[in-house]
Every structure is written in C-alpha cells, then in structure tokens.
C-alpha cells in the first residue's frame, strides 16, 4: 500500500454507544453516515487486545543515552491489558510516587492469526499501526526491574490512539513527544536496531499472537518525569497525536503489603536519563 491508500480507523463513545468510525480531514465518520469532528469525541483505546508485549532498549539513541551495550537479539516485557487507555485519556500517578515516564512509541497491531510466521510474510498479519506512550511508573523499578510488571503495567500506563491506521509504512518515519507543547523526544524509525517485522516475527515463534495484540517497538532518548497537570503529547509521522494528562490518584498505595515506592540511584537515574548523577548534573526539582 502507497501512503495515499491509509486508513485511520477509531473507536469512540457517540450518545452512550461504543462505536467504530473513520477519520477524514479530522472528521469522524460512522456506519449510519453520522459525523463528529475528532477534537469533539471520546475516544477507547483503538484496539482491545489479549496482550500488550513490548521491547526494552531499540532505539540507538536511547542506547547511545544510557550506554548500554544491546543483547544479540530484542528481550521483552509484558503490560497487563488492564494498563490501557486511550487518547485524551488520563495517566494517574498514585500517591507516594513521583517517578512517572513518558516514552512515546510506535505500537504494531496484529489483524490475523501468527504463529512460526516468516519475516517477510509479517505484514499479511498486521492490522496497522497506531501511536503509543509507553509510560513508566519507576518508584517500583528496585522490585520490579527484573518483571517490569508495576513500573510499565500499573492503570493507565499504557495509552494507545487516536486511531488505528492501515497502509502506513513505517520506514524513515519522525517520532516525536511534546510536554506543554515542549518537545522533549524526537527520534525516527530509522534508528530502531530491530524493525516491526522482526519484532514480531520474533515473538511469534513461540507465542501466537492474535487479532489485536499490541507490540509496542521501543521509544528514542530523552524519556523523562512528568508531573500532575502536564500535558503528554506523542505524534508520529503518519499516524497522528496521541494526547493525555497527568493527573494525582485519589488515594495513597497500601503501606501495609507488599514492597513500598523508593527513589535509590537506579531508580532517579533512570528516570531522569541514564548517567546524570555521574556527570555531575544535579536533579530537577518541581514544586507541586
């Protein structure tokens, strides 16, 4: 498919109702002919997967950030599907944590079936393509490092939209994030050490992955803390902008199980970009 041929296909609330609809020129377009501008609706998440896997380091500069050194092949973590949200959605940051990560991503959507599939036979399988931002909750990273499971799955880390777009090529395309209209992130997929197809061709060997599961691709440098109130936006070329704010839990977490949100070196190192205390940068403060 040329670029000319995309599809960007949403799932809004109209009048109570979970419906499915086109996006033209920034008009949402349903079944019954009915339209809505797309700054006007409730957008789902575009997708209702089984699960949500996603690769660790992939982008060079990210690499190149944190001077890591990559393994031979991609490794992967797992977001619980109770993690998703969607555009214009809030991400919550409970209280007692202070840790919270944007990275904004490319996620591939599977249409079909895939098992043992074949590298080059990976786009018969997709659906499309959507954005993502893949946040971090990493008050949890000492506990959880090895897992990931409440550093990356934790209610609402995981935003998904505004649509889901076919036809789209994901070669040489600009990913970029913005904080308060700020742009802190920007990278491309030309930088992605393992590319979409062999992501998923990868997993597929021994995980089948079915209609709606989501990979999410990785994220370039400069993923950083956000606060309650900041506005998180992630654009990519072709694909759109995916728009959430932060915003404070309504209630502390438990003290009285299991292991408690900290702030140790690895912790506030990764969340404020790799080295900083070696270089000797001092750590932003934020009054809140």
Same mark, same amino acid.
């Given at each position: 498919?040329?670029?000319? =041929? ?8 109209? #009048?109570?109702? !979970?419906? =499915? ?9 349903c079944g019954d002919g009915r339209t809505i ?21 992939? /982008?060079?500069? &990210?690499?190149?950030? @944190?001077?890591?050194?990559l393994p031979a092949a991609p490794t992967y973590? /797992? ?7 969607? /555009?214009g959605g809030a991400v919550v940051r409970p ?6 990560? *944007? =990275?904004?991503? !490319?996620?591939?959507?599977?249409? &079909?079936?895939?098992?043992?599939? #074949?590298?080059?036979?990976? #786009?018969?399988? !997709?659906?499309? *393509? ?9 008050? @949890? ?19 998904? +939209?505004?649509?889901?777009?076919? +036809?789209?090529? @994901?070669?040489?395309?600009?990913? &970029? ?32 992955? *079915?209609? %709606? #599961?989501?990979?999410?691709? $990785? ?29 404070? $839990? ?16 690895? !912790?506030?190192?990764?969340?404020? %970009? +790799?080295?900083?205390?070696?270089? %000797? ?8």
């Amino acid at each position: 498919m040329s670029e000319a =041929e995309l599809i960007d296909r949403r799932r809004v609330l109209l #009048d109570g109702v !979970v419906v =499915e609809v086109v996006c033209e020129d920034g008009r949402l377009i349903c079944g019954d002919g009915r339209t809505i501008d797309a700054s006007d609706a409730v957008h789902l998440s575009p997708v209702l997967p089984s699960k949500i896997i996603a690769v660790h380091l992939n /982008h060079r500069s &990210r690499v190149e950030e @944190f001077q890591a050194t990559l393994p031979a092949a991609p490794t992967y973590f /797992h977001k619980p599907v109770s993690s998703l949200n969607a /555009h214009g959605g809030a991400v919550v940051r409970p209280v007692g944590c202070q840790w919270l990560n *944007y =990275e904004g991503e !490319v996620a591939i959507v599977i249409g &079909r079936t895939a098992r043992g599939i #074949d590298p080059e036979e990976v #786009d018969s399988v !997709v659906a499309g *393509y959507c954005v993502a931002n893949d946040f971090g909750l990493h008050d @949890f990273r000492d506990t959880d490092a090895g897992s990931m499971l409440r550093v990356k799955g934790s209610d609402t880390l995981c935003p998904l +939209g505004p649509g889901l777009v076919s +036809g789209w090529d @994901f070669h040489d395309k600009w990913l &970029r994030t913005y904080v308060n209209g700020v742009k802190v992130q920007d990278g491309s997929t030309s930088e992605m050490t393992w590319d979409m197809h062999y992501l998923v061709a990868d997993l597929a060997r021994t995980i089948t992955l *079915y209609p %709606g #599961d989501v990979i999410l691709s $990785g994220t370039p440098a400069n993923s950083r803390t956000v606060y309650p109130g900041d506005l998180v936006e992630v654009e990519v070329e072709g694909l759109g902008r995916l728009s959430n704010h932060i915003v404070e $839990g309504p209630a502390a977490i438990r003290s009285d199980v299991g292991a408690q949100p900290s702030s140790s070196e690895e !912790v506030q190192s990764t969340a404020l %970009g +790799g080295d900083w205390p070696f270089r %000797g940068i001092r750590p932003p403060r934020r009054s809140e």
